[in-house]
């Protein structure tokens, strides 16, 4: 069966430092693949989403970025923190190829920016 | 283009009572529709999912939805809550390669 990790859990960093945090696929090939942020009361926004090693979409303007060196790894960076970053990030994964299916959520990220 | 609205933020009810949780749609083409539960600090789960057949779809924990096209609606519902059932509910639409999602509803249930 296919399973979804995140890390870290939880992350407090300072305003200025850089973040990295990961999700990988186990179970699974060639899966699409999404970043997505929760804020208190915002509902989900779309950050990334890949459909392939090294192509990444970028939906909103950010001082994010995003990688996927290798098929089942994705990853959300960032040079320098701010405030506004803070909040539950989300990576999910849905099978590849025509309209979009179910995806399937990681357990979260909570990252507070201090 | 594809957009999903969830007409209620917040919805109380009390336990045992039945619950709907509205969810409208606006799209051209056809598409596939999802309604996903989020519980405290958890990521998504998904609850159930039209995508074509029959307009009434039952999902997991005791919920159903129906989706009615002439109204572009897709709403939750749920006979006899319980206190396990509180949580973040999201209504979500297919578009393309991606899913767009409604700003949620927090079900929260009165003892």
């Known amino acids: 069966s296919q399973t979804i990790h995140q890390w870290p859990a939880t992350l407090v960093q300072p305003v200025g430092s850089p973040l990295s945090l990961e999700c990988t696929v186990e179970g699974t090939s060639n899966p699409n693949l999404y970043w997505y942020r929760q804020a208190a009361g915002r509902g989900l926004q779309l950050l990334f989403y890949s459909v392939g090693i090294g192509q990444i979409s970028s939906e909103v303007p950010q001082n994010l970025s995003a990688s996927r060196p290798q098929d089942r790894q994705f990853i959300l960076s960032s040079k320098k923190l701010l405030l506004s970053d803070s909040g539950f990030y989300l990576c999910?994964?849905?099978?590849?190829?025509?309209?979009?299916?179910?995806?399937?959520f990681g357990p979260g990220t909570r990252l507070t920016v201090l | 283009a594809q957009s999903v609205t969830q007409l209620d933020s917040q919805v109380p009810v009390f336990e045992e009572a039945p619950v709907e949780l509205r969810c409208n749609y606006s799209?051209?083409?056809?598409?596939?529709l999802f309604w996903y539960v989020q519980y405290p600090n958890q990521g998504l789960q998904l609850l159930l999912k039209?995508?074509?057949?029959?307009?009434l779809v039952k999902g997991i924990n005791g919920f159903e939805a129906e989706f009615n096209k002439s109204q572009t609606s897709f709403h939750l519902r749920k006979p006899s809550v319980h206190i396990s059932d509180t949580a973040e509910y999201f209504c979500?639409?297919?578009?393309?390669?991606?899913?767009?999602f409604g700003k949620g509803t927090r079900l929260h249930i009165l003892p």
């Open positions: 799209s051209s083409v056809s598409v596939y």
């Open positions: 039209y995508l074509s057949g029959s307009t």
């Open positions: 979500a639409v297919s578009k393309g390669d991606k899913i767009i």
């Open positions: 999910a994964w849905s099978p590849r190829g025509g309209l979009a299916d179910t995806q399937y």
